[in-house]
């Protein structure tokens, strides 16, 4: 089975993703206590203005919200509790909008992509009212009534999104009694863990439409705004970051993650990485540095380089290819020494590999290993242009807005991200592709459409809803 760029969480990782993205919440009629996440901690909200979409040749963005309530058993009334429960509930959606029936209902071809919409987390929360219930559940607590108003972005398939804006409305189902709506039958045989069912759960399959029904599920509808779609002229800015005055180096940092396990033989994320560096090789024409490969860690870090002569400059583009355990429940360093000295050196930086629910490229995640080792954490280029093209499952819903923040503290930063589920053997051809785009100097200054032409070309059709933002 071809591997997805996700992957279950354990009991760490659970937590860890349930904390990550600090959801706002107002009107709370609950108390106040900590979590261990460092709560509160600065809100991330999602953009207004139709000049802040994502440009997708695939899907558009739109403005979303909703109203919902659900029951569940809480530990206590505190803030922090309540921020986890809705979480847990509206995450939900990620699970739904990519089940085959949601999608083949808009006319869409499940094998083309899998998957017809994905939300832009965190949402902004506000309206919560909490209700105790005469119910309790032995091992898990008093059972409260909590009902709230979500907002954000939601990145719709554009052939959804040709329905959607002219009924402003979607109809969707959403869980109501979280504390019973697990079940391992309704779920991936891959994934089967309560932990992660909100990604995999199938609420149309056979014995399974209860999870579409009363009491288990409530009709919830989601009204939808049209915010328009950026300029498909607008410049990756690629003159910029290879050509910046006083430039003779462009560095290009790429890492790639395992599929399953480094003790995997036959490993598709190392059989990808492989392949990609015989590809700029023999078909790029770059140089493998011997003096400069070797182990980064415990892991193999191959360097590759090119000269390139433009405008009368000498160029010199060096690759640095890393191969390593990436998941959040891994001791090992090696994958966030190698991240901090991508943000702080690279001009182009790329993870393939899973997105852990969320956990893998959390920076405090990443800082608090770094410190762990007694080093500094990872800074942003306060002067510098960066792109980062982050291929794992949905990183657009987990990583887009925590990346775009960074905007605000350094120089311009464009994020390439997944709407969708990425497969392992589709990494080969979007990165070679990214790769020949970064080093093509006979276009100066191609638009982002152009360089997403390039990318999508040999998918033969099929979509992860690519995208690039925050513009």
């Known amino acids: ?86 979480q847990n509930h509206y995450q939900h959606l990620l699970g739904y909008f990519q089940n085959r029936k949601v999608v083949e209902d808009f006319g869409i071809s499940f094998a083309l992509s899998q998957g017809v919409a994905m939300p832009r987390l965190p949402l902004l929360v506000t309206n919560v009212q909490t209700e105790k219930t005469n119910k309790k559940i032995s091992y898990a607590g008093q059972v409260s009534r909590i009902s709230y108003h979500a907002a954000g972005r939601l990145l719709v398939h554009k052939e959804a999104y040709e329905q959607l804006k002219k009924v402003g409305v979607w109809n969707v189902t959403m869980p109501y009694d979280l504390d019973h709506y697990y079940d391992i039958k309704c779920t991936s045989p891959d994934y089967t863990g309560i ?3 909100w990604y995999f759960y199938n609420p149309f399959r056979n014995g399974c439409r209860k999870l579409n029904d009363v009491p288990l599920a409530l009709p919830v509808t989601l009204h939808l705004k049209d915010l328009g779609q950026p300029s498909a002229d607008f410049s990756a800015g690629l003159k910029e970051l290879r050509l910046a005055p006083g430039k003779d180096t462009l560095k290009i940092y790429s890492v790639n993650g395992f599929a399953d396990d480094a003790s995997v033989r036959g490993d598709e994320g190392r059989r990808s990485y492989d392949d990609i560096n015989k590809y700029v090789v023999e078909k790029m024409g770059f140089t493998h540095d011997a003096m400069r490969s070797s182990k980064h860690g415990n892991r193999p ?40 000295e991508a943000v702080e050196d690279g001009d182009v930086i790329i993870y393939a590999g899973h997105s852990g629910l969320g956990g893998n490229l959390d920076f405090e995640n990443l800082n608090a290993k770094l410190r762990e080792n007694k080093i500094a954490p990872i800074q942003f280029s306060k002067t510098k242009k960066q792109i980062y093209y982050l291929d794992g499952c949905s990183s ?70 690519l995208n690039v933002g925050p513009l």
């Open 195 to 197: 932990e992660d069912f």
């Open 1 to 86: 089975m071809t591997g997805f760029k996700t992957r279950r969480l354990l009991a760490l990782g659970l937590a860890f993703a349930l904390v990550s993205f600090g959801i706002s919440t107002d009107s709370f009629s609950a108390g106040a206590k900590k979590r261990k996440s460092a709560y509160p901690r600065k809100l991330l909200t999602a953009p207004t203005t139709a000049k802040e979409t994502v440009i997708s040749l695939t899907s558009v963005e739109m403005h979303f919200e909703f109203d919902a309530e659900f029951e569940t058993s809480l530990e206590d009334g505190a803030k922090s509790t309540i921020d986890l429960a809705i």
């Open 301 to 340: 870090m191959n360097v590759f380089t090119k000269d390139y002569v433009v405008e009368g400059r000498m160029i010199r583009v060096e690759i640095l290819r890393l191969l390593a355990d990436t998941s959040i429940d891994k001791p090992n360093i090696t994958f966030a020494k190698f991240f901090k």
């Open 396 to 465: 657009y819903s987990y990583y887009l807005l925590p990346f775009g923040q960074k905007k605000k503290d350094a120089s311009r930063i464009d994020i390439l991200t997944n709407g969708l589920e990425s497969l392992f053997d589709k990494e080969f051809y979007l990165q070679t592709a990214f790769y020949e785009v970064l080093v093509d100097f006979s276009e100066e200054d191609p638009s982002w459409t152009r360089v997403l032409e390039r990318m999508e070309a040999k998918m033969q059709g099929q979509t992860f809803l």
